[in-house]
């Protein structure tokens, strides 16, 4: 059973940076894709990072490009996200989730069957 631990939300000030991270064990399969989904106040749940473990390929949405880094340790145990430049928008909460390594070519939610608890990040002077 795959489980994913996400961690590393809190409050920042517009312009500054939070690191998060997610624990991730018991994949059945060896190439998956990890992601990070956030949900703001009233909006649906948006992809904002995600990365490959079969080629290393990397997507961001366009509202993070230039500002959010994800990145893995070599045993692909921790999926991290580095949020730079953050802006009040940024603001809600965010999940890690997981899936078949091709669910990086549509980043649609259902085709993620595996999802952790959410970390609430919040940008606010």
């Known amino acids: 059973e795959v489980q994913l631990q996400a961690s590393g939300g809190g409050l920042v000030q517009p312009g500054g940076s939070l690191k998060l991270s997610c624990a991730a064990s018991?994949?059945?399969?060896?190439?998956?894709?990890i992601a990070w989904f956030r949900q703001a106040p009233g909006k649906e749940r948006e992809g904002v990072s995600c990365?490959?473990?079969?080629?290393?390929?990397?997507y961001y949405a366009e509202s993070v490009k230039g500002r959010f880094t994800i990145s893995s340790d070599n045993a692909w145990k921790t999926v991290d996200l580095q949020m730079n430049s953050l802006k009040p928008e940024d603001t809600g909460v965010y999940f890690c989730?997981?899936?078949?390594?091709?669910?990086?070519?549509?980043?649609?939610?259902?085709?993620?069957?595996?999802w952790g608890q959410g970390t609430l990040v919040t940008v606010s002077s």
């Open positions: 989730a997981a899936g078949p390594a091709w669910v990086i070519a549509t980043m649609r939610e259902y085709d993620f069957g595996s």
């Open positions: 018991g994949f059945p399969f060896d190439d998956y894709a």
């Open positions: 990365i490959s473990s079969s080629d290393g390929s990397i």
